[in-house]
């Protein structure tokens, strides 16, 4: 079994920071891609940042410059380091990992449960 474990979410105020943490645990081989999604009321879930298993980012043009994805292999996490923080930031936010475990080839996507983030004054 492999699970995703966010943590990190909360309230803030505009301008604001956080920073959200995730560790994948289970029976993992090897990761590929990692990133975080995020789903706000009304909307359909969107992708937020992404990282390769080389550190290679990508990010939606809505947080460049103002957020940050790293990750650690060694230990099989992922964070989001979020700058200047603005309402419209507001969602869940779901961490995501291309995972292959036991003696599979294939890399399946894992989720997390999800953090909420509320930026409001």
């Known amino acids: 079994q492999v699970q995703l474990v966010e943590s990190g979410g909360g309230l803030v105020q505009p301008g604001g920071s956080l920073r959200l943490a995730c560790a994948a645990s289970?029976?993992?081989?090897?990761?590929?891609?990692m990133g975080w999604y995020r789903q706000a009321p009304g909307k359909q879930r969107e992708l937020v940042a992404t990282?390769?298993?080389?550190?290679?980012?990508n990010y939606v043009d809505s947080v460049k410059d103002r957020f940050s994805i790293s990750r650690d292999n060694a230990k099989n996490t992922v964070n989001l380091q979020m700058n200047s923080l603005k309402p419209e930031d507001t969602a869940v936010y779901y961490c995501?990992?291309?995972?292959?475990?036991?003696?599979?080839?294939?890399?399946?996507?894992?989720w997390g449960r999800g953090t909420q983030v509320t930026v409001s004054s």
């Open positions: 990282i390769s298993s080389g550190g290679s980012t």
């Open positions: 289970g029976s993992i081989v090897s990761i590929g891609d």
């Open positions: 995501n990992a291309n995972i292959r475990k036991d003696k599979s080839p294939y890399y399946p996507p894992y």
